[in-house]
């Protein structure tokens, strides 16, 4: 006979905590790891239903990097839903204003599109500088590509 596929259940998952630096990493790379991370793929035992993936601190967002002409190519946009209520920010306006939301949007679009993508996003945990206020889940600091 062959090994047997177990299957994770909710109470039985420990979530583990991770320190991720990106700075000077690229944007799409480490949000690609930050995603995998919250999800759980890098887990012997990954069950795709089952929210099993750690929590990640993610420091020095404000030192995030893009390559080629996307700072001023990228664009965000949001639809208020009536006629002419579209809005379209340039990724170097976002950046400036807000470099947290630049994170978590990449990420937030590697996850699933349901309840259990929203619970792995509350998870993430972003900060512009080095400080954070997550010791006591004492994260593992670990080292991304890009």
């Not at 002409?69 to 170097?92: A, D, H, M, W």
Request: glycine share 10%.
């Amino acid at each position: 006979m062959g090994t047997k596929t177990t299957m994770k259940k909710t109470e039985e998952v420990d979530h583990a905590w991770y320190l991720v630096d990106v700075k000077d990493k690229v944007l799409g790379r480490a949000a690609t790891e930050i995603a995998a991370r919250l999800r759980g793929k890098y887990l012997v035992d990954f069950t795709p239903h089952v929210d099993g993936g750690a929590g990640v601190v993610v420091i020095n967002c404000d030192k995030v990097r893009v390559t080629g002409r996307k700072g001023e190519q990228k664009v965000y946009k949001t639809y208020s839903g009536y006629p002419g209520g579209l809005r379209e920010v340039v990724y170097n306006k976002m950046f400036d204003k807000d470099p947290t939301y630049v994170l978590r949007h990449a990420v937030k679009g590697m996850l699933p599109k349901n309840r259990l993508g929203a619970r792995m996003l509350k998870r993430l945990k972003l900060y512009r500088g080095g400080e954070h206020p997550h010791a006591a889940q004492v994260p593992k600091a670990v080292e991304i590509q890009g």
